[in-house]
């Protein structure tokens, strides 16, 4: 789903800093800002809420943990013991390492993959960068299908902030 | 900003540790003609632990200068103060060599006897020799970083910290050797048959942890007293990473012995731990892995409760407490009989030497102004943002 939005394009990351917080002050609607590198301060300047990444990320872990501890108990006690040099069959000591490997295999695929897929970054999909964005350009874009949008409000602000330029255009997310 | 040198310790609160200190010290004096093996014991393990947040300190200056760190300059100070108690915990050592002969059996002749070759490696002389090299090199790296941090206040010259990196690179070097060799002179030979060549790199983790620890509490007691204007919760957000990944790379080396040494099951390497395990150590030997890892591993999981400074101090608390109990499980059970004698002694020890630890700290932190104004990385550590 794409949207249309009003950019200001900033040449400096203290720029789009100041004009994303008197933006929020200003009750603009901001979309999103896109940067060419993660900014410091701007998830407070945007107001963005703790990421749920951190749960997924802890789930993952628990489950790599649990189905670890479960694959090991099962093979070596259950299906299949074997005596290795006099330990009981069902050794934690020995059961550490792959405990810990799977909890991080687990943990870091999952996390990655919940990330991809929240973000739609996937095979086949492909969505454009506003111009510059990716190089030397700092954009913030403001929202203008909603009732509060005032372009000459919105632009003025940007202006009045150091935007460089200021445009409509069209943004898939 | 306020950069004024001032005394740290209200004068009453001086008072009490000088004098819990001075009891302390008594009290052990008292213990070394009654109880000379547990007396000495408890000399070892408070001497070195305070040492090892001494030198760690030092490492710990050193490694943010070879990674060109900028986000620590702000702190850097305390670290600093942390470093400059080197001289006298190298003292406290230099002491434990008049209990050397009562502490380690490698210095009874009996005993050498069995051990072959070994005494040629393990013998009073040579112990001495190599203590003495050691404590003099911590000694001279600790003092070298101190001493042009501060100089670089005066005439804010970028060639300090240059020097400094190159300083600092030797030192880790310097450090790693011997602390390592530190470790098996000073705690492992305490069990002259026992081996286990992980010893060294084991202890460099818990002192890792233990003074991350130490820097975060004492960073954390300034910034309450406002002494430490710019230093915001990002920069404890980055202590609290630095004491999670550390203690979990304690718990890491921890199981890397345990498991290789359960694993073989030699005789000559599992009594270390069959001595540890059972009986009545095995309470304190379980307890030391709760709270040197899975307490404060829980503790300090999610984002914020690593920019909580409360949060941080009891992790600290908690971490610093294994650490301790740590050193003592590696050093008591070889000396005492079958249960821990854990009490006076070991307490009146943590007082004497943690009372001149207080104070040599202390001292050092009020004699130089606590923001590094000379430091080029200052600027972008008071802009730190994690």
Known sequence: MSHKVLVGYFDSEDRLLAATRAARAANLPVHDVYTPYAVHGMEEALGLRHSRLTWVCFAAGLFGLLSAVSLQYFTSVVSWPLNVGGKPFNSAPAFVPVSFELTVLIAGLVTVAAFFLRSWVLPGVSAHALPRVTNDRFALAIATEVARFDPDEASGLMRRHGAVETELAEVAR | ?386
């Open chain 2, 1 to 386: 900003m306020n950069v004024q040198p001032l005394a740290l310790l209200d004068r009453p609160v001086r008072l009490w540790v000088q004098g819990l200190g001075v009891a302390g010290a008594l009290t052990l004096a008292g213990g070394l003609v009654v109880a000379p093996a547990e007396a000495w014991t408890s000399v070892l393990v408070n001497a070195f632990f305070f040492l090892s947040i001494g030198v760690g300190s030092a490492v710990f200056l050193a490694l943010m200068y070879v990674a060109n760190a900028g986000w620590s300059a702000a702190i850097k100070r305390v670290p600093e103060g942390l470093a400059a108690y080197v001289p006298a915990g190298a003292g406290t050592m230099l002491f434990l060599l008049l209990g050397a002969g009562t502490l380690y059996p490698w210095a009874h002749a009996a005993e050498a006897a069995t051990l072959g070759d070994k005494t040629r490696f393990l013998n009073l002389p040579a112990f001495a020799a190599r203590m003495v090299a050691i404590l003099a090199l911590w000694t001279l790296f600790s003092r070298a970083l101190r001493a042009r941090s501060l100089q670089q206040d005066v005439d804010g010259s970028v060639r300090h910290t240059e020097r400094n990196v190159a300083t600092s690179a030797v030192f880790l070097l310097v450090f790693a050797l011997s602390f390592c060799l530190a470790c098996f002179d000073w705690l492992m030979s305490l069990e002259p048959h026992w081996f286990s060549t992980i010893f060294g790199l084991y202890n460099i983790a818990g002192m890792l942890c233990a003074t991350t620890c130490a820097i975060t509490v004492a960073t954390i007691l300034l910034m309450r007293a406002g002494r430490l204007p710019g230093v915001t919760e990002s920069h404890l957000h980055d202590l609290g990473k630095l004491m999670f990944g550390f203690c979990t790379l304690w718990a890491y080396m921890w199981i890397s012995q345990y498991l290789l040494i359960w694993y073989a099951n030699n005789p000559e390497e599992t009594s270390y731990f069959l001595a540890r395990s059972t009986g009545g150590w095995s309470l304190l030997f379980w307890l030391n892995l709760v709270l040197g890892w899975a307490l404060p591993f829980l503790m300090l999981l999610p984002r914020p409760a690593k920019r909580s400074a409360t949060n941080l101090l009891w992790a600290s608390g908690f971490l610093l407490t294994g650490r301790w109990l740590d050193l003592y499980l590696m050093a008591a059970p070889g000396n005492s009989a079958q249960s821990p004698g854990l009490g006076v002694l070991e307490v009146a020890g943590a007082f004497a030497i943690g009372a001149l630890f207080v104070l040599a700290v202390t001292r050092a932190l009020s004699s130089a102004p606590l923001i590094a104004r000379g430091d080029p990385y200052l600027t972008e550590s008071l802009h730190h943002h994690a």
